[in-house]
């Protein structure tokens, strides 16, 4: 079993920015593909960000592209969500997941047997 645990949220004005980190434990907690999801309320959980294990090939919701960046740290099994420029309608509450590296289709939430308990992430106007 993989156990995720983030930490970061918190409240910011519109511009700002914030960090969220995702810390992974068990025992399968290495060679896993990253992602992170959020939720506002009254909707669908939806992609925001996802990184394999590999080579840490990156891939964005349009979204937030240009705005968010996705990281891994292998050696310590964690992973990051640096957000920047952030919008009142990135609000919600965030969630990391994580997969087996031999996992594809990484956009897609099925595709995650682990995910963390979430962190809310608010913006204000």
């Known amino acids: 079993q993989v156990q995720l645990v983030e930490s970061g949220g918190g409240l910011v004005q519109a511009g700002g920015s914030l960090r969220l980190s995702c810390a992974a434990s068990g025992r399968t907690s290495s060679s896993l593909n990253m992602g992170w999801f959020r939720q506002a309320p009254g909707k669908e959980r939806e992609f925001v960000a996802r990184?394999?294990?590999?080579?840490?090939?990156?891939y964005y919701a349009d979204s937030v592209k240009g705005r968010f960046t996705i990281s891994r740290d292998i050696a310590k099994n964690t992973g990051d969500l640096q957000m920047s420029n952030l919008k009142p309608e990135d609000t919600a509450v965030y969630y990391c997941?994580?997969?087996?590296?031999?996992?594809?289709?990484?956009?897609?939430?099925?595709?995650?047997?682990?995910w963390g308990q979430g962190t809310q992430v608010t913006v204000s106007s």
């Open positions: 997941a994580a997969a087996p590296y031999f996992v594809t289709r990484l956009e897609e939430k099925p595709s995650y047997p682990y």
């Open positions: 990184i394999t294990w590999s080579i840490g090939r990156t």
